[in-house]
């Protein structure tokens, strides 16, 4: 009873506190390695049962790890259990607070495009005022677009680079959850050398098509991350005591069929049905409005080092399965050249668990976009969502590598052009029709 109290008063307080940002001191980060179906049956018992504990990844046989944060005082009960039961675990990072201490968040000076470093986060209002200098200095190419609104009433913000009309687009969408905070970072990156670079491959992937980009797709979530609960994942919408969707369960595409919960109080809370939060609903209406257009839809997540296709509810090699997979496997190999990073491509339910509810699997399904993927970016399970900013320049230059591959071996598989749309329609249409014959 005593610990069902302070739980509670711990979620209240990171659900309400606004006077004082809460400390992670002496929090743990376990990566814990378990080998048997009844070892990973006890974690997800655990996952289940027992909300002191927070599962950065799901304890699923896909998994090789599964990265467990503590609070110092259940620790001990943790590890207890791990070793009752023979669980192979390390203890990764001892103080996580030391961690977020090291984060390194910078504030952009207006009016200055290249005063946005690469070694440092970001809060929203200074993405924002970056974005804004880049529209009033590159007027010819860059506009403003708002993909929606949050709860709490702010714009979904992004650009649209374009060197005429008439062209493919491509869509980036990051910064759904909140802590992940190397997903706006990167993506940041990405737009700055589409504008700046000399690069020939960049220049002609800049010029060639429409870019769509959303690098904080998840605004309120991401300023509750920076001022008041750094590993807050879901929007800000209250139900009952609890606050917060995970607004990546919230599509209506297989919605609360897998990897997603009910209950408001997880993170992994899918909603009280699909597209009840503000932000899923208005951005993709956007998305409807001009699906027309869009031959490559990117999601970016950390962490793992994957790169995912559609769907979360099947490994059945659904639509362009094949084509995308060779497609993402050939840019997987090219992301590796730079610092030697190994990236694991498969769809979303064969390379790490059954999950649903996802944009990605509603834009395949719902839009027919020929390519779409997530990446899950950088680590592999020794900082997690704590990314050192040392490390968001190498993880963006070999992301931004590995983009201009996907670009590359979609046109040479016949994608990215004025009638892929239509042919990929009719493959994706006779690939279902097969399938289902053959059940």
């Known amino acids: 009873m005593l ?12 659900n309400l506190a606004v006077c004082e940002k809460f400390r992670f001191d002496n929090y743990s980060v376990f990566k814990i390695i378990p080998e048997t179906e009844q070892q990973y049956q006890i974690l997800q018992d655990i996952r289940r049962d027992d909300p002191r504990y927070d599962f950065w990844t799901d304890p699923l046989p896909l998994r090789e790890f599964v990265n467990v944060m503590s609070s110092p005082g259940d620790k001990t009960y943790l590890e ?21 201490d090291e984060e390194i968040v910078n504030t952009f000076t207006r009016s200055g495009i290249r005063n946005m470093e690469w ?53 980036i969408e990051s910064g759904i959850h909140a802590r992940e905070w190397i997903s706006p970072a990167t993506t940041c990156y990405i737009i700055n050398e589409l504008l700046t670079s000399n690069h020939t491959e960049t ?16 605004p309120d979530g991401y300023i ?38 009910s209950n408001p109080a997880l993170d992994t809370y899918a909603g009280p049905g699909p597209f009840s939060e503000p932000e899923t ?3 993709s209406s956007y998305i409807q409005s001009i699906g027309d257009q869009i031959d490559m839809y990117i999601a970016t997540h950390s ?28 840019a997987m190999g090219a992301l590796s050249v730079r610092y030697g990073t190994m990236y694991r491509t498969g769809n979303i339910a064969e390379a790490i668990y059954r999950a649903t509810g996802g944009s990605v699997d509603w834009v395949k399904e719902q839009i027919k976009v020929p390519l779409v993927y997530v990446y899950e970016f950088r680590d592999n399970g020794t900082y997690g969502f704590l990314l050192p900013p040392s490390q968001i320049l190498p993880n963006s230059e ?28 009719i493959y994706i249409c006779l690939s279902a029709f097969l399938i289902t014959l053959l059940r």
């Open 80 to 100: 207890d259990i791990l070793q009752k039961n023979e669980i192979k675990y390390e203890i990764v990072m001892q103080n996580i607070q030391e961690a977020i």
């Open 203 to 218: 220049r002609a992937a800049a010029r060639d098509y429409d870019w769509y980009i959303f690098p904080v797709t998840n």
């Open 303 to 330: 962490f793992g080092h994957l790169l995912l296709l559609p769907f979360g509810n099947s490994t059945e090699p659904y639509g362009n399965y094949h084509d995308a997979m060779n497609i993402g496997r050939r």
């Open 119 to 171: 070694n440092a986060y970001y809060n929203l209002n200074d993405i924002n005022g970056w974005l804004d200098d880049l529209v009033a200095t590159y007027p010819n190419t860059v506009s403003r677009i708002i993909g929606g609104v949050s709860y709490e009433g702010r714009d979904i913000r992004g650009i649209k680079i374009s060197h005429g009309s008439g062209r493919r687009a491509i869509f």
């Open 3 to 14: 610990f069902i109290k302070t739980f509670s008063f711990f979620i209240l307080y990171i």
């Open 281 to 283: 609903r208005s951005l």
């Open 224 to 261: 509750w991350s920076h001022e008041q609960f750094r590993m807050w994942r879901k929007n800000r919408q209250p139900y009952g005591t609890n606050f917060g969707v995970d607004l990546n369960r919230n599509w209506n595409n297989n919605w609360l069929v897998a990897g997603s919960s």
């Open 398 to 425: 070999e992301v931004m590598d590995s983009l201009l591959e996907l670009i590359h071996q979609a046109k040479r598989l016949g994608y990215l052009n004025s009638s892929s749309r239509f042919y990929a329609s």
